[in-house]
């Protein structure tokens, strides 16, 4: 029986209701839903057949086991999927009060009558509605208006009221859809296996509305503040243009002041947010920021900090092992500001390990690529006094290691993060035995990677020292194309292994007395020994430490 107040009722078949819901849901390349949807609307609920086809489709995927195989067979959890305990966050709205009486029965969560005049304060993630056809173009134009700052609207309308634009309101309606890049698909007889049956054509409605940039009042003044600031220092200026140290620290400092305002603010408002002056909304109950100010701002420290590590000018001089052991004391910096003074303080505790960070860089890399050879010759002792040539003392041309470039996912080839960050290390390690003096950027070798990866290049991708080939059994083989950095490779790692002659570099051959001569010869031989001296291919501290100067404290 159709309520007296409801004449333009027309509930959403089963089918339909479920396509609408679902067109919502956002999902990645293999159907599977990419995040649990927030706060969802249906403002038009009648009996509710349209919201518990949300419910319907929600509880789908949050009851899901979060188990999910992927094209190539290899097994992820989700856990976006494994929430179901999570309560689906609906409100509905509807008009008629007898239907309302109806949905509060059935447990939905009524929270007003007539959406026309609704006045919402959640920001909701999705409006799904089908609205009286009489009034649809006024209740999509309500929806979108509501979501005007990001959102999801999925709507129901007669098609006549997108084909026929005979009034104002549906040629504004028209024209903002169009605008927004509306997808408007046509159905005929969806309401013909209904409980109450029309043959009326129908529009489906799909509009997703990008988050808007919110605009602060804070932000903008510390930005004009900044603007005037700068033109009044010109150096400063300039610094922060070519400089990203530099740069980071201006953000920093005008991220902590807006941090401090935005406290400022709240608390000025703090007898607003509770209805009286009753101390029962002290405490917990009270409605606060999440965290203490002097806690927000460790967090702040804490984001800079590690920001300051992936920086070209620090990141490319720090080993993997260096580079993680500063990831793992971003707790302990938290509680220095980000200030020249701090970071100058880090600069010259790196530099002061740098060296020793590289020598290990590279014993470490010379054992992986060697140890094919290890098993063989475990009981040669190779020291200075017991040389014995072998296939274990020298990194060759090529090399072969693990390395999986290609996604257990799509089996496409994809050589990002513990690829990338692999080669990166090789790289800058060899950059400190490199001669030339071009400075190190490492954004040439992830810019190559990312075109070896749209281009679907797997051999012989060219890096600054060597090319890269990567197989799908997980390997990767490197060629070496400067051989000069090759060699200076395996002289620094033999010297610290004690296999050359403590005056390896610093006498000349004919200087050498006859067992370091002997040991000079079994290694390389005369020419490429005096060829090392003239060219300063033997690594020396000097050569090694190579971190750019500190950033200027004004």
């Not at 003096?437 to 890096?463: C, E, H, N, W």
């Not at 997980?474 to 790692?493: M, P, Q, R």
């Amino acid at each position: 029986m159709i309520p007296r107040d409801s004449v333009d009722y027309y509930p959403t078949p089963d089918s339909l209701a479920f396509d609408l819901a679902y067109s919502a849901l956002p999902s990645n390349e293999w159907g599977r839903v990419k995040r649990y949807p927030g706060p969802i609307l249906e403002p038009s609920a009648g009996s509710g057949s349209l919201a518990f086809a949300i419910e319907r489709v929600c509880d789908i995927h949050r009851n899901k086991s979060g188990n999910f195989v992927g094209p190539c067979g290899a097994t992820n959890k989700n856990p976006h999927l494994a929430q179901k305990d999570r309560p689906l966050d609906l409100d509905v709205i509807e008009i008629s009060s007898d239907f309302r009486a109806i949905l509060k029965d059935k447990g939905l969560r009524v929270v007003h009558d007539d959406f026309l005049s609704f006045r919402p304060i959640k920001k909701y993630w999705a409006i799904i509605m089908n609205p009286p056809f009489s009034q649809g173009a006024a209740h999509l134009l309500k929806a979108l208006d509501i979501q005007k700052d990001g959102g999801l609207v999925r709507c129901i309308l007669n098609a006549e009221t997108i084909r026929n634009p005979c009034t104002n309101e549906r040629r504004e309606l028209v024209s903002r859809l169009e605008k927004l890049g509306a997808k408007i698909t046509y159905k005929k007889d969806a309401f013909s296996d209904g409980l109450r049956r029309t043959n009326v054509e129908v529009a489906i409605v799909s509009v997703d509305i990008p988050e808007r940039e919110p605009v602060s009042r804070i932000r903008l003044d510390l930005k004009r503040e900044m603007t005037e600031r700068l033109s009044q220092n010109a150096e400063l200026a300039a610094l922060v243009s070519s400089d990203p140290i530099t740069a980071a620290i201006e953000r920093y400092n005008a991220a902590a002041e807006g941090l401090r305002r935005l406290y400022t603010e709240f608390d000025g408002i703090k007898s607003l947010l509770v209805p009286t002056d009753s101390k029962e909304f002290s405490g917990d109950s009270a409605v606060k920021l999440d965290k203490p100010y002097n806690e927000a701002i460790r967090v702040l420290r804490r984001m800079y900090w590690r920001t300051l590590f992936d920086l070209p000018a620090i990141r490319d001089n720090l080993t993997a092992s260096m580079f993680y052991e500063y990831q793992t004391r971003l707790d302990e910096l938290a509680d220095y500001d980000f200030t020249p003074y701090n970071i100058l303080t880090i600069r010259e505790e790196i530099s002061k390990n740098i060296l020793s960070g590289i020598e290990s860089e590279i014993i470490k890399l010379f054992d992986d690529w060697t140890n094919l050879h290890y098993s063989e010759y475990s009981k040669n002792i190779h020291y200075f006094n017991g040389w014995c040539t072998n296939e274990a003392y020298k990194v060759g041309k090529r090399v072969i290691f693990n390395c999986d470039a290609y996604s257990r996912w799509s089996c496409r080839f994809d050589p990002e993060y513990t690829v990338r960050d692999t080669l990166e290390n090789i790289e800058m390690v060899l950059f400190h035995l490199d001669t030339n003096g071009v400075p190190y950027d490492s954004t040439k070798l992830r810019d190559t990677l990312k075109a070896a990866a749209a281009a679907g290049q797997t051999t012989k991708i060219q890096l600054r020292y060597f090319t890269a080939t990567f197989y799908k059994k997980g390997t990767c083989h490197i060629e070496f194309t400067n051989e000069d950095v090759l060699k200076s490779f395996n002289l620094l790692a033999c010297q610290r292994k004690g296999w050359l002659p403590p005056t390896y570099g610093k006498k000349r051959y004919h200087d050498m007395s006859a067992a370091e001569r002997q040991v000079v010869d079994d290694y390389e031989g005369e020419a490429s020994y005096n060829d090392s001296m003239a060219r300063g291919l033997i690594p020396t501290n000097a050569t090694l430490l190579r971190l750019p100067a500190a950033p200027s404290q004004s």
